[in-house]
């Protein structure tokens, strides 16, 4: 079957490499990057663009009519830290703009639909070492309790009307062709930038503040996997953890040094950020993920911070 691909947020962090993914796999004309603001040149010169803006439901609604997708990528989303300074409409993004995409999956009949969650939607009551899929959750963000409600959404329209929704629970992502959009974790994006200009960094996290993160490839090859994987597969309709491999500030500063060894770090010491972090896990349990559609991670610490590192030299 041919596809039809609606990238909602592809200017993102992870948009703009999904775009890229997906191209290459289904065709140009056949991915739709969408956003509410002019894409970035890599997007625009490979495939049709359209600007959209998830809470204007007449502009999405007359996209989907247009386009009549097979597949809907929603990454629209503000994310934790941005989230705390512009509470209300951190909500009114993540949560209406949910809602007006599954809606209209539903009324377009839309095969399948992904939709990202995160580590965010735990709290400082779940368990912070491997940290299963089920437990206590008392996210204490607006974007994570955004995101808990989300994936309910999700699990209900799934429940309900039958949508294939899939949803993934990143954890902080590092990639080198896109900046990351305010979240928490975006000094392990950040220090590699630094580090390759400046010789140094001053990380808003302390030296210890270990958190799952992820790298970019395989977040995008687990977010292709899902949305691949036979619906019967999918047992979960919430969102699946994905564990990444956690690290520290410290830790990732000393691979860095391995490669650039003049690099010298040090923590700002106060910001709201670390009590975001404080309250997330520090480790995840992703067994159901490689259990249900065969996820295994391929990047450790050593090959991120060289891909890194490599590439970004290149751009310079
Ligand atoms: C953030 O830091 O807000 C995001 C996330 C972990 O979802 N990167």
């Known amino acids: 079957m041919t596809e039809k691909i609606l990238v909602i947020g592809a200017n993102g962090q992870i948009g703009t490499e999904l775009v890229n993914a997906l191209r290459q796999i289904h065709g140009s004309d056949k991915v739709i990057a969408s956003d509410i603001k002019s894409p970035t040149f890599s997007i625009r010169h490979t495939g049709p663009f359209e600007i959209v803006n998830v809470l204007d439901e007449d502009n999405l609604h007359h996209v989907f009519n247009k386009h009549r997708p097979t597949q809907v990528y929603l990454l629209a989303a503000i994310l934790s830290a941005v989230?705390?300074?512009?509470?209300?409409?951190a909500w009114d993004l993540n949560m209406t703009g949910l809602l007006h995409v599954l809606d209209y999956a539903v009324e377009f009949k839309v095969n399948k639909v992904f939709w990202p969650s995160s580590i965010a939607v735990f709290g400082p009551h779940s368990p912070q070492q491997h940290t299963p899929q089920y437990c206590v959750m008392d996210p204490n963000t607006v974007y994570g309790f955004s995101k808990l409600a989300g994936e309910r959404w999700c699990e209900y329209y799934f429940n309900k009307y039958?949508?294939?929704?899939?949803?993934?629970?990143?954890?902080g992502l590092i990639g080198w062709r896109a900046n990351?959009?305010?979240g928490t974790t975006d000094y392990a994006v950040h220090i590699f930038h630094e580090a390759l200009k400046y010789g140094r960094y001053q990380s808003f996290l302390s030296a210890n503040t270990a958190?799952?993160?992820?790298?970019?490839?395989?977040?995008?090859?687990?977010?292709?996997?899902?949305?691949?994987?036979?619906a019967d597969k999918i047992k979960i309709r919430s969102s699946y953890n994905l564990a990444g491999i956690s690290f520290t500030p410290a830790q990732l500063a000393d691979q860095i040094k391995?490669?650039?060894?003049?690099?010298?770090?040090?923590?700002?010491?106060?910001?709201?950020?670390?009590?975001?972090?404080d309250s997330w896990p520090k480790s995840i349990d992703d067994a159901d993920a490689q259990n249900d559609w065969g996820w295994q991670l391929e990047y450790d610490l050593p090959k991120i911070v060289e891909d890194m590192i490599v590439n970004l030299r290149r751009g310079l």
């Open 83 to 89: 989230g705390e300074q512009k509470p209300k409409m």
């Open 211 to 230: 958190l799952p993160m992820m790298y970019m490839d395989d977040a995008i090859r687990a977010t292709l996997m899902l949305m691949d994987a036979p």
């Open 258 to 277: 391995n490669i650039i060894p003049y690099f010298e770090i040090s923590y700002t010491g106060s910001d709201p950020r670390q009590a975001i972090a």
């Open 180 to 182: 990351p959009g305010g």
């Open 162 to 171: 039958g949508l294939d929704v899939r949803s993934l629970r990143y954890p």
